[in-house]
Antibody
Framework: QAQLVQSGAEVKMPGASVKVSCKAS????????ISWVRQAPGQGLEWMGWISVYNTYTNNAHKYQGRVTMTADISTTTVYMELTSLRSDDTAYYYC????????????????WGQGTLVTVSS | EIVMTQSPATLSVSPGDRATLSCRASQSVSSNLAWYQQKPGQAPRLLIY???TLATGIPARFSGSGSGTEFTLTISSLQSADFAVYYC?????????FGGGTKVEIK
């Protein structure tokens, strides 16, 4: 069945960048978009943006424009999310989550989700 | 941006009782609403989409209703595995947005 496996935890200094990977398996990679959702410790869920794996079109939440880059590597069925200029309030779990249905333009619920990657920003 | 408001923030329920969780959208999202369950240390798990369609493998004690701006998730008879945080999510407009969550705890 469809599965998303994310890279391991990261610790970064303020001002640095982080790149989180999300490897997909069990389905046709190019048929489904991927969103990134973050969750600060003890807080709720926040959508960051979406990438069409088919044509690499992206749509990011206004809050992250200019700081987040989402890419996809079809050869390795992996999606990446890079966040730059890290601040302490970027400390959070970062999840990748697949569109639940084929061929949307990012208007979808999510299933499945990756297991999450904890990014800690601290000096 | 569509703001999703969940209530109550915390719901204390005894095992076997019925739980009713609410989600309100700041403007109509039609039936483009999903519900997720999240347990500590785990990723969210899809429960319901299209406001009322049960996801694959989800027990029938979960049900969803509503459209427009008012939505409800009902758990008919709470089991021990159901104590968790529940989130609603609208996918009608960008940015996609989530509610703040309802924690269902043991009474």
């Amino acid at each position: 069945q469809a599965q998303l496996v994310q890279s391991g935890a990261e610790v970064k200094m303020p001002g640095a960048s982080v790149k989180v990977s999300c490897k997909a398996s069990g389905y046709t990679f190019t048929h489904y978009g991927i969103s990134w959702v973050r969750q600060a410790p003890g807080q709720g869920l926040e959508w960051m943006g979406w990438i069409s794996v088919y044509n690499t079109y992206t749509n990011n939440a206004h809050k992250y424009q200019g700081r987040v880059t989402m890419t996809a590597d079809i050869s390795t069925t992996t999606v990446y999310m890079e966040l730059t200029s890290l601040r302490s309030d970027d400390t959070a779990y970062y999840y990748c989550a697949r569109d639940a249905i084929v061929g949307t333009t990012g208007f979808s619920w999510f299933d499945p989700w990756g297991q999450g990657t904890l990014v800690t920003v601290s000096s | 941006e569509i703001v999703m408001t969940q209530s109550p923030a915390t719901l204390s329920v005894s095992p076997g009782d019925r739980a009713t969780l609410s989600c309100r959208a700041s403007q109509s999202v039609s039936s483009n609403l999903a519900w997720y369950q999240q347990k500590p240390g785990q990723a969210p798990r899809l429960l319901i989409y299209g406001a009322s369609t049960l996801a694959t493998g989800i027990p029938a004690r979960f049900s969803g209703s509503g459209s427009g701006t008012e939505f409800t998730l009902t758990i008919s008879s709470l089991q021990s595995a159901d104590f968790a945080v529940y989130y609603c999510q609208q996918y009608n407009n960008r940015p996609l947005t989530f509610g703040g969550g309802t924690k269902v705890e043991i009474k």
